[in-house]
């Protein structure tokens, strides 16, 4: 426990997206010296322990989607003790489509630190993959599943320049592109699978053409989605087809 004059810290922590190198020194530092560790999947994070020989925290247990209310209010009573709690999510940043914004927002409200350690996160490494315009750029998360909500949330960002970054389930991934194109018309896009991975692949070109590039494409996890903004200089009037 920390000296009670102390305010206690909620570290959010940034893990790797795919390979294992993608941590920092100072996060498996962190992680090893920790008594409390809140993560998204309690068996995934044991793996990175397992990899980095880093001693299992006195206190794991999961937050996630599912029991955010309970264990942020876990979380939050920790802090209140003095001790020093890590958030993990699966992959990359928690609170960037993960579980964490919440908690992070209590933690703030009821006046204790906030610390985030940088490390892997998805958004920008397929940004910089796609060779898409870089000077601006909006992050979307996932969109809807179902089409015409999908088309309505892709086309609020029609006219505007920046480059859009999306998450998508590979099983979606085609009905995402089309969907795109009909909102946005035929911009050139990038899809990117399995980042950081030995396998990893990105399939570049415009959107009325991905999908017949990514046939026999199969891959587990998300994938992330760049579109380019709208810009003539990258968008392909139908009639040039």
């Given amino acids: 426990m920390q000296d009670s004059n102390d305010t206690a810290r909620l570290i959010v922590v940034a893990t790797p997206i795919g390979n294992l190198e993608d941590i920092s020194p100072r996060a498996v530092r962190v992680l090893g010296e920790v008594s409390v560790l809140a993560c998204e999947d309690t068996r995934k994070t044991r793996r990175l322990l397992q990899h980095y020989e880093i001693p299992k925290p006195a206190t794991v247990f999961s937050y996630h989607e599912h029991n955010e209310e309970a264990s942020g209010k876990r979380i939050l009573g920790l802090l209140n003790e003095g001790l020093d709690v890590a958030l993990v999510s699966d992959g990359g940043y928690p609170g960037i489509s993960d579980p964490g914004y919440r ?48 088309q309505r949330f892709l086309a609020a960002d029609g006219d505007r320049p920046h480059t859009l970054i999306l998450f998508e389930s590979p099983y979606r991934v085609a009905a995402l592109l089309r969907d795109a194109l009909v909102a946005l018309g035929d911009r050139k896009a990038a899809v990117c699978y399995e980042m950081t991975k030995k396998c990893e692949r990105v399939h570049r070109g415009y959107l009325a053409d991905l999908p017949g590039l990514m046939e026999g494409t199969s891959t587990k996890g998300e994938v992330t989605v760049v579109i380019a903004g709208n810009n003539p200089k990258l968008r392909r009037d139908r009639a040039d087809d």
């Fill in 103 to 150: 908690i992070v927002n209590g933690a703030i409200d009821s006046g204790y630190r906030i610390e985030v350690l940088p490390g892997a996160s998805a958004p920008p490494m397929a940004l910089l993959l796609s060779g898409l315009p870089t000077s601006s750029y909006t992050f979307l998360g996932f969109a809807p599943r179902k089409t015409g909500a999908r």
